[in-house]
């Protein structure tokens, strides 16, 4: 039996309730329902004269607009899959990912027409590009035919998003219509829905961390305020005018609003912010309870469509190391489960929001599965008594040296709060006589300032942790690479393709 169409559906239940707002213009339930239609109808008969059916996976190339939001609406409403490309890769990235995925359509924005065409060499066979504001344009002129519609399958593949790549080869992650409802739903489960709520969504929505907003706006009948880049200024403006209530946010952007905020107060009809990255500034956590802002900490992967671990509304202050506790209808187990709390080691999940597949790599879906059935996230943690859950580190960025364990977050957490850096990441390094030893990348607080040296850096860090976890070398950058939602890219460092060293030294 065929699902309902959310599109559709929502647009029945809340024709007249604003569905979004991009720089000034606004757009209901209703009016989504209509630009999507028609530029479904649009792409249908385009998909059909291109690959005669056959193929119904589309590639998009673009950033936030309100152009790639109906996009995204009349992918779904077409029951076409998406493969969302992260407009920050370069061209030879760009391609592995087409080539992998096979679109027969390469939808681009108009500033990344140059791209598209390049593409079209490098990755070759039966490919096509077509530019979405023409499309969009052309879709405008169509009446709304409410007969033409597919008939929709809640485990169908609606989006292909690409693992981030910060230890190596992305992998296609195959995201079923049933996958993102069970993340909105889990979520709504958690904080509750609220008359009046609006997310901000600042982060790109080729990544699930934006796209997920989309979903919940669509499952929750809430208006989605969409910028189209992160701008610390103009996101407090907007809430602190009251338009929006929640926020998604990494560490970064959260450091950047409150820089911004300074001694301005949200009002009362926000509600809070939802933290995603599994490592936590408590730091930044104490400053916001401060300013009576309540913040959802959260674990989740491309994986799993999102968060499926969080803090309650009621507990943001508790337990600031923690990610919460496993939402429902979700399952969580360190390892085996057999350990005592406390215990170290892998984290294991089992969720109906967890992804069908890898798009063409079958055998490492089935490697990341224990016997039992549980899948294996690749990052390290522990649970406590109550269940809630505590990051330590990616199983990729456990440094053992002399046969310690070292988890770079916690050397982090504790390089974060000297006076003098803003930013810091740690890696191992190989080492023959310990195997290896920690290295630490910092950006300084104030490039203007002279910066601390080694020693002095290593002075601090025995004040806190064991001499064995105090990196040996520490490198300053001007900025850390990063993912497109913040997270720094480790292998990029480890391979050393990062910006010039401002200043480096120890051993």
């Not at 790109?204 to 934006?210: C, D, I, Q, T």
């Not at 199983?395 to 504790?414: F, H, K, R, W």
Request: proline share 6%.
């Amino acid at each position: 039996m065929p699902d309902e169409n959310w599109i559709k559906k929502r647009a029945l239940l809340s024709p007249h309730t604003l569905a979004l707002d991009f720089e000034g213009q606004q757009w209901t339930f209703a009016d989504l329902y209509k630009e999507a239609h028609r530029l479904g109808v649009v792409l249908d008969d385009r998909l059909y004269s291109v690959s005669d059916k056959k193929s119904r996976r589309v590639a998009v190339l673009a950033d936030n607009s309100a152009d790639f939001y109906i996009l995204i609406a009349a992918l779904m409403d077409g029951g076409i899959e998406m493969v969302l490309l992260n407009t920050r890769l370069s061209l030879p990235e760009l391609a592995y990912q087409v080539v992998d995925a096979k679109p027969v359509l390469v939808l681009y924005a108009e500033e990344y027409k140059a791209q598209a065409e390049a593409l079209l060499a490098e990755a070759g066979g039966d490919l096509q590009v077509a530019s979405l504001r023409v499309l969009l344009q052309a879709s405008r002129t169509l009446p709304v035919i409410p007969g033409r519609q597919m008939p929709w399958r809640g485990d169908r593949v609606m989006s292909v998003l690409y693992t981030s790549g910060t230890t190596g080869r992305p992998k296609g992650v195959l995201q079923t219509y049933n996958n993102h409802l069970w993340s909105a739903l889990a979520g709504g489960l958690n904080a509750g829905l609220v008359p009046g709520d609006g997310w901000v969504c600042v982060t790109p929505l080729f990544h699930v961390s934006g796209l997920s907003i989309l979903v919940r706006s669509l499952v929750y009948g809430c208006p989605v305020y969409l910028f189209p880049r992160f701008d610390a200024a103009a996101v407090n403006r907007s809430l602190c005018a009251g338009r929006g209530t929640i926020i998604s946010v990494v560490a970064y952007t959260l450091k950047a609003l409150l820089d911004d905020l300074g001694d301005r107060r949200y009002p009362p009809s926000f509600r809070y912010m939802l933290l995603g990255g599994g490592f936590f500034d408590e730091g930044l956590l104490s400053q916001c309870a401060d300013l009576g802002i309540a913040v959802i900490r959260s674990f989740g992967m491309t994986e799993t469509c999102s968060q499926i671990v969080a803090t309650g509304l009621a507990d943001t202050a508790i337990k600031p190391a923690s990610s919460g506790q496993a939402l429902f209808p979700n399952r969580l187990r360190i390892d085996d489960g057999s350990y005592p709390p406390g215990t170290v080691g892998e984290i294991q999940i089992q969720s109906p929001a967890l992804c069908r597949g890898y798009l063409n790599n079958e055998a490492a879906y089935r490697r990341a599965f224990t016997s039992d059935g549980w899948y294996k996230t690749g990052d390290i943690g522990c649970l406590d008594e109550e269940g809630y859950l505590y990051v330590k580190s990616r199983l990729t960025d456990l440094i053992i040296s002399g046969g310690e364990n070292i988890y770079p977050a916690e050397v982090e957490q504790c390089l974060a709060r000297h006076p003098d850096i803003r930013e810091c990441a740690v890696i191992g390094r190989e080492d023959a006589r310990w195997g290896q030893v920690p290295e630490a990348y910092l950006v300084a607080a104030n490039p203007q300032r002279p910066l601390p040296s080694p020693a002095a850096l290593q002075a601090y860090c025995r004040q806190y942790l064991a001499a064995y976890k105090v990196p040996k070398h520490f490198v300053f950058l001007a900025d850390l690479p990063k993912t497109s939602i913040g997270k720094v890219q480790k292998q990029r460092l480890r391979e050393g393709r990062h910006g010039p060293v401002v200043q480096e030294g120890g051993r």
